[in-house]
């Protein structure tokens, strides 16, 4: 089979395509035939040996796949069943979706919707499961429409895309935050009522700033986090998913202690397969599908290893999916 393959030896780091046999892939109850993957930043970290996120080598990359159950003795899959993987290591410590074939725990796999197909659900991928489970926890937190402008970072990726249309779809009023200020078109046509600078958010700010938000998805991290915190209105909501700018978070308490907001982490990689299920439902429902399309560029398992740069340097807009079965 068909694999990008990631090794590190005497002679240094590096991914390639290659052929590989059936027979090297890890153990798993259920094996799939995979149609998709996608890359998202953290396969981008690993195609390049930007971060030490692999884990043990040789490794096949993808965080996430889409396929057909080939084999399968676990209770709830069968021979034919369409299945979607997202995280739970996946690429990192186990074999991942850039391979004809993966072999996996068949706990880690989610039904996917009869609303998308398996290329859809890679447009969709890890970062848009990630945006639903972010609009799940403003929901969570009480943030309804009614109560003024969401903020959603580092707009113009994956998971940025995806809210945007998400929460749009559901009547928020969505303000996005890019410093790509060529793509406010695209995010506008996403559902976006207008756009700033992340440069407005992302230098040193005070520790309390006019209450602006309703709630926020934050994909940035670091000054940008803490920025929007002090610049939420009274009882409002973050959900915090990314760490683009930084993984510090330079803030007081203030926010807290004085407006109530809350700072929500969203976990996407070990997220309790039930709250996966309520994801992938909801987005069946409140995704639109007609941005799958803007949202989606695709590539094949070879130019996955040569666009992974530009999905570090934030020059890849929306999602990538790549096509590894013919």
Not at 209 to 215: I, P, S, T
């Amino acid at each position: 089979m068909k694999a990008v393959l990631i090794n590190k030896d005497d002679n240094g780091y590096g991914a390639t395509l290659t052929d590989v046999d059936e027979s090297q892939l890890p153990e798993g109850d259920v094996t799939v035939k995979v149609d998709y993957s996608s890359i998202n930043f953290k396969d981008g970290l690993a195609i390049t040996g930007s971060s030490p996120v692999v884990r043990s080598f040789p490794m096949v990359p993808g965080i996430d796949l889409a396929g057909a159950v080939e084999t399968s003795s676990h209770p709830d899959f069968k021979t034919g069943d369409m299945v979607v993987l997202n995280g739970w290591g996946v690429g990192e410590t186990h074999w991942g979706g850039m391979a004809e074939k993966a072999r996996l725990n068949g706990d880690w796999l989610v039904p996917l919707p009869n609303a998308f197909s398996a290329k859809q659900a890679m447009a969709i991928g890890t970062a848009g499961y990630t945006a639903m489970l972010c609009v799940l926890a403003l929901e969570k937190n009480g943030v309804t429409p009614d109560q003024g402008e969401i903020l959603v970072t580092g707009a113009a990726g994956g998971v940025g895309s995806v809210a945007i249309s998400i929460l749009n779809k559901l009547g928020y009023t969505v303000v996005a935050s890019t410093g790509r200020p060529e793509q406010a078109d695209y995010l506008k046509s996403l559902g976006a009522s207008d756009t700033i600078d992340r440069n407005e958010l992302s230098e040193k700010g005070r520790p309390l700033g006019k209450e602006r938000w309703a709630g926020a998805v934050d994909c940035v991290g670091s000054h940008t986090l803490a920025n929007i915190c002090a610049t939420m209105k009274y009882g409002g909501t973050v959900a915090a998913c990314g760490l683009a700018q930084g993984f510090d978070l330079p803030a007081t308490v203030m926010p807290f202690i004085l407006r109530g907001v809350t700072l929500a982490g969203v976990d996407s990689v070990m997220c309790p397969k039930e709250r996966r299920l309520e994801a992938w439902q909801r987005l069946a429902t409140d995704l639109d599908l007609g941005h799958i399309e803007t949202l989606m560029n695709e590539v094949s398992l070879e130019e996955a290893i040569n666009i992974a740069p530009e999905i570090l340097e934030g020059k890849v807009r929306g999602r990538t999916v790549v096509k590894v079965s013919n």
